[in-house]
């Protein structure tokens, strides 16, 4: 660590600059990285933040809720299974908001409505109004998001293509389903909005597109054993089912790991470089007596300590950046992601400096003395 | 125990083409704790070879190298360094010092090879490059330093583990005759005071006065030219 530093103090344009890559590196991953969990939030939220563990879905529906349709008489039977805790329906359509009968482009709004029953585990906290009510089935409760747009409390909107029109008494945080916010409606109007068309609800009494279970270690087989038609999955993998859900992320994803691959490239030649560099000077260290051991020290405690300012003002950039993009951006940070991704990248350049160990404890302390003859 | 170095029968062969060259010829030395010996002779004629031997970073062909009394031609390359780390102070030909440490740390990074800094250690090398008139170079960097300084910085670095051998090679290369004697003489103070054998590999017919011994390699044999009184050497006030 000594030497190591010793020479960061010494030559610090040399390593500034090195470090300038690094946290250009960082920023991106990071940047990139709240991108992608921002999407994902704004796919899945709803889904997500739900206190639900486990969702029935029809079978063959391939854990989609736009593919599935069930009876919510399951109900009863499904609450009296093995570890069910509780069990509540849950429908979802997409939708458009219309202003005011308006046909001006800024009025219309994508939404997804979201049916549950008033009360039920799944109906979300306001943060602004009141819950919803069985009484009151064109009251719903919205993603505040919607604020921005110029709704308000008590305004009524009309859904486009339908005769229904519906009455804001809440707002919600958090709430977005397939990159739009989130409506939640009583179970009842949803099945108005969803099933406008006769016949298209099958011939379901009580059509639902899912129901969604509480309860900690449920076996999702032996549900579908006890139920007929049903598919039972976790929360996750109904998120997963989501479409597009998986391709968005898959993208992401593969952007990270390939910035992660160069990354790790990218630095591993400048640290190569670097002690290519100073072969010479291990050379004579080694000369005086200095171990491998010693050596590789140096170097890893150098780049280490490289990394770590690196990744912090990475770090610092990153939330900078967060604060001032546009509201409307998709860009999540989480505590926990930015520790994942640090501890990534502190690991990714240790092992890239590896190779520079490798270097050192192959030179010859007698060609770096240069009197070989 | 024998201290001291002692080399028996050393032969080093160097492979060039299909031939097979003698770089050392059977050379065989002993230098006694105290005893500052010269080894002179013509470009090529193996003295590095021989140095490099004696310094533990190369290995001989045949015949074996006794530091202290300890066979070093079967040591490992981790014990090597180590061997060259406690027993030998090497001096280059250029003083060779790390760019970016100040000449105090120069030093220390030494200590830091073996383990920690100590307290003693920092007085003993603030003491030490006193002794060689650093005193007031402790916070410069090699760059702010004339040669002469660098060599004494060079010399107080292969004193800092107390070694038994010292070990200079052309320790005089790079520097003016005044320079050179200052730098030499002050080697021959530490081999007489501290009671550590020392050879120097050296050019500098000059220097030779400051030796006891003078060894002649030519083509691979080291042969006894002259003992040197050593008349002119003043002992050194203030040293043991």
């Known amino acids: 660590m000594f030497l190591a530093v010793k020479e960061l103090m010494h030559s610090k344009m040399r390593f500034l600059m090195i470090v300038i890559i690094f946290v250009l590196l960082a920023w991106l991953v990071f940047i990139l990285s709240g991108l992608g969990n921002g999407l994902s939030t704004l796919a899945a939220s709803t889904f997500k933040t739900m206190k639900a563990d486990y969702v029935i879905f029809e079978e ?42 308006s046909t001006r482009n800024e009025d219309k709004l994508d939404i997804a409505i979201i049916g549950i029953n008033p009360g039920s585990f799944l109906e979300p906290a306001v943060v602004e109004g009141e819950g919803l009510s069985t009484e009151n089935p064109t009251g719903v409760i919205v993603n505040s ?31 977005t389903y397939n990159h739009v916010a989130s409506v939640f409606t009583p179970m009842a109007e949803w099945r108005k909005i969803a099933f406008a068309a006769p016949g298209s609800d099958k011939g379901v009494t009580g059509p639902v597109n899912a129901i969604m279970l509480q309860g900690k270690d449920i076996d999702p087989d032996a549900i579908d054993n006890k139920l007929t038609g049903t598919d039972t999955v976790t929360r996750s993998g109904a998120v997963q089912g989501m479409p597009g859900y998986k391709e968005e992320n898959g993208t992401i994803f593969m952007m990270l790991a390939f910035l992660l691959a160069i990354a790790a490239f990218v630095l591993g030649v400048f640290f190569y470089v670097i002690t290519m560099q100073k072969t010479n000077q291990f050379g004579i260290m080694k000369a005086i ?21 690196s990744i912090v003002v990475g770090i610092l950039l990153t939330y900078g950046t967060a604060a001032i993009m546009p509201k409307g951006m998709p860009f999540k940070l989480e505590t926990n992601l930015v520790v994942t991704y640090s501890i990534i990248l502190l690991v990714i350049s240790i092992l890239s400096s590896m190779v520079s160990v490798r270097k050192i404890t192959k030179i010859d302390p007698l060609k770096a003395l240069g009197r070989v003859e | ?117 100590k307290r003693e250690d920092k007085e003993f090398a603030v003491k030490l490059l006193e002794k060689l008139g650093l005193g007031s ?94 008349s002119n050497l003043k002992e050194p006030a203030g040293t043991r």
């Open chain 1, 145 to 175: 998001t919607m604020k921005e747009e110029g709704f308000a409390i008590g305004d009524t909107f009309q859904l486009d293509g339908t005769t229904q029109a519906l009455t804001i008494i809440g707002f919600v945080e958090n709430q």
């Open chain 1, 60 to 101: 063959g529906s391939q854990s989609s809720m736009s593919k599935s349709l069930l009876s919510d008489q399951l109900i009863p039977e499904v609450q009296l299974l093995p570890n069910v805790i509780a069990a509540a329906p849950m429908g979802s359509t997409m939708a458009t908001a219309l202003k005011e009968q």
């Open chain 2, 1 to 117: 125990m024998t201290k001291g170095l002692q080399m028996k029968e050393l032969t080093k062969y160097y492979n060039e083409g299909s031939n097979r060259i003698a770089a050392l010829d059977h050379v065989s030395i002993s230098v006694e704790p105290g005893e500052f010996v010269a080894v002179v002779g013509p470009s090529g004629s193996g003295k590095s070879t021989f140095l490099s031997i004696a310094g533990a970073l190369l290995k001989a062909s045949e015949g074996e190298v006794k530091l202290n009394g300890n066979n070093i031609s079967a040591l490992t390359a981790q014990e090597l360094a180590d061997t060259r780390l406690k027993e030998i102070g090497f001096i280059m030909q250029s003083s060779n010092l790390v760019p970016y440490l100040n000449v105090l740390d120069q030093l220390l990074i030494i200590k830091r090879m073996s383990g920690k800094v």
């Open chain 2, 137 to 230: 170079k402790l916070k410069s960097f090699p760059e702010e330093l004339s040669g002469g300084e660098k060599q004494r910085t060079a010399i107080a670095r292969a004193l800092i583990n107390d070694p038994n051998i010292i070990l200079a090679d052309e320790p005089t290369a790079s520097l003016d005759t005044k320079r050179a004697h200052e730098v030499v003489s002050l080697i021959a103070q530490e081999v007489n005071s501290g009671q550590k054998a020392a050879i120097m590999v050296t050019h500098d017919e000059r220097m030779l006065e400051y030796c006891d011994k003078v060894y002649r390699m030519e083509d691979g044999k080291l042969s006894l030219q002259q003992a040197v009184k050593k």
């Open chain 1, 289 to 309: 007596g200095a171990s491998n051991k010693f050596l590789s020290k140096a170097i890893v405690s150098q780049v280490f300590v490289l990394s770590l300012i």
